[in-house]
C-alpha cells in the first residue's frame, strides 16, 4: 500500500470516528458566539443544546427578568400607584431610565413596561421598593424565588441588573426564570408589546413611548421571527451583551439563551436565529403514550413505573417514538436520561422526570423540596424544569486527543518518508552525473 494511500486511510478513520463522537450535539448552521448559551424546550425539559449553560456569569439587564416573576407574583392588581421616591432614581449616571422624578406617581403596569420593554433602571427600583420595601429587601425575595425555581446558580444584588460584586446568573437558571413567566399572560402581553404609551403623570405633563428592543418581534427586522413570542436583552461593560427569547411552535415552547457576547452588539441576534433555526425547523413534537412509557420502563429495568398519562418531545424530523429508549438509572436530579437510536448512533434529547413515568417520589427529593425556600406570594406556581442533558461520556474527550495524536504521528512519519525519498533521489542524481562525467572523460581519452 502506499504512503498516499494509508494517509487517506487513517484520516478516513479519524473523520468516521469524530463524525460519531460529534453527532450527539444538534447541527448548527452557523457558530454560537457567545460564551454561554443554552436551547431548552419548556414542556419537555429537554436542554438541546448547552455552552456553559451553568457557568455563573453578570447578567445585565437579563435580571429584570426574576424582578418582574416576583412582582407578577405578588401584585394581582397592576394598577395600583405608588410614588417614586428618591432612592429609586438614585442609578448610574448614563444607565437606561426614563427620567422619573422624586414624587412622581406611577402604576406598576407602567412601571412594568418600563421595565421590560424600555430596560429603565430607575422603573425596576421603583417595583423592587414597593414590593420588597426597600431594593435590599426585595433582592432578597428575588434570591428566594430563585433559590425555590431550582436556581443554583444565580444570586441578585439588585433588580435591575447594574454590575454588582456577587451579582450573577447561569444560562440555564435564565430559562428556569424564563418558563416560569410564560405562564402567565401579563407578562406575555407586556413583554410581547411592540409599542407601549406611558400617560402622562403628576410630574411629566407628556406622554411617554416605549418601542420593543426584542428584534425578532419586529417585523421590519432582520431577525424577525413570527414564532418569537417574548423575551429581555441586556448590556453592560462586565456582563457584555445578553439576550434571553422565547418562541412557540406546534405546542412546544423553545427558550434560547445568549450571555457575555462581546465585540458586536447583533452577535446575541444571531445567536437568537441559529438555535431557533434549528428549535424550528429542524425538530418536531413526538408524544408518547402512557401504554410505550411503560414499556421503555420495562425495557429499562425501572421498576414500579406506572405512567398514566403521554409525554411529548422535540426529536429530529425523521424520527420517532419507536427508536426510543430510557436509562435505567436516574441521573444526580432524579431524571431518567432518554436516548434516540439514530443512524449515526445513540443520541441524548433529554430525560423524563420519575412523575412522568408514574413513580414514586423519593424521600432524599421530598426532604430537598421541604428544606427548600417557599415563595408564599399569590399566583406562584413551580416553573417547568429546563434538565440538562446527559453528559457525552468519556469516549469522546478520548477520542480527539487520540485523533490529534494519530494525525500528528502521520504527519512525522510522511515528512520522514518524504525527506528519504527527497534524499535517495538526490544520490541517484548525483551518481548519474558522476557516470556521465566518467563516461565523458573516457571517451575522450580514447579519442
Known sequence: MSIRRLALLILAVLLLVSGSAMALTPTLQEEIYAPEALLCCVESGQALYEKEADKPVPPASVTKLMTALVVLEHEADLSQTTTVSDTAVDIERDSTNIALVPGEEVTLEDMLYATLM??????????????????????????????????????????????????????????????????????????????YTMPATNMQPEARTFYTKQRMLRQNSKFYNEYAIAGKNGYTTGAQHTQCLAARRDGLTFIAVSMGSSGNMYYPWRDMRTLFAYALDDLHPVTIGAGQLRQMADAAG??????????????????????????????????????????????????????????????????????????????????????????????????????????????????????????????????????????????????
Open 118 to 195: 424600555q430596560s429603565a433602571n430607575d422603573a425596576a427600583n421603583v417595583l423592587a421598593e414597593y414590593v420588597g420595601g426597600t431594593q435590599a429587601g426585595f433582592a432578597q425575595m428575588m434570591n428566594a424565588r430563585a433559590a425555590a425555581l431550582g436556581c443554583t446558580g444565580s444570586h441578585f444584588e439588585n433588580a435591575h441588573g447594574l454590575d454588582a460584586p456577587g451579582h450573577v446568573m447561569t444560562a440555564r437558571d435564565v430559562a428556569r426564570i424564563l418558563a416560569a413567566l410564560l405562564d402567565d399572560p401579563r407578562f406575555l402581553e407586556i413583554a410581547g408589546a411592540l409599542v
Open 302 to 447: 425501572i421498576a414500579g413505573a406506572d405512567p398514566q398519562e403521554e409525554v411529548t418531545l422535540a426529536l429530529p424530523l425523521d424520527a420517532d417514538a419507536g427508536a426510543l429508549s430510557l436509562a435505567g438509572v436516574p441521573d444526580e436530579a432524579g431524571a431518567y436520561p432518554v436516548s434516540l437510536d439514530t443512524e449515526d448512533g445513540i443520541q441524548a434529547v433529554g430525560t423524563l422526570s420519575a412523575a412522568a413515568l408514574g413513580l414514586a417520589a423519593r424521600e432524599t427529593a421530598a426532604e430537598d423540596t421541604a428544606a427548600a425556600p417557599q415563595d408564599t406570594g399569590p399566583a406562584a406556581s413551580p416553573a417547568p424544569s429546563v434538565a440538562s442533558a446527559p453528559a457525552f461520556g468519556w469516549l469522546k474527550w478520548l477520542l480527539i486527543p487520540l485523533g490529534l495524536l494519530a494525525l500528528f504521528v502521520l504527519w512525522f512519519v510522511l515528512t520522514c518518508v518524504y525527506r528519504a525519498r527527497k534524499a535517495r533521489r538526490s544520490r541517484e542524481r548525483i551518481a548519474r552525473l558522476r557516470r556521465a562525467s566518467q563516461e565523458r572523460d573516457r571517451r575522450e581519452r580514447q579519442g
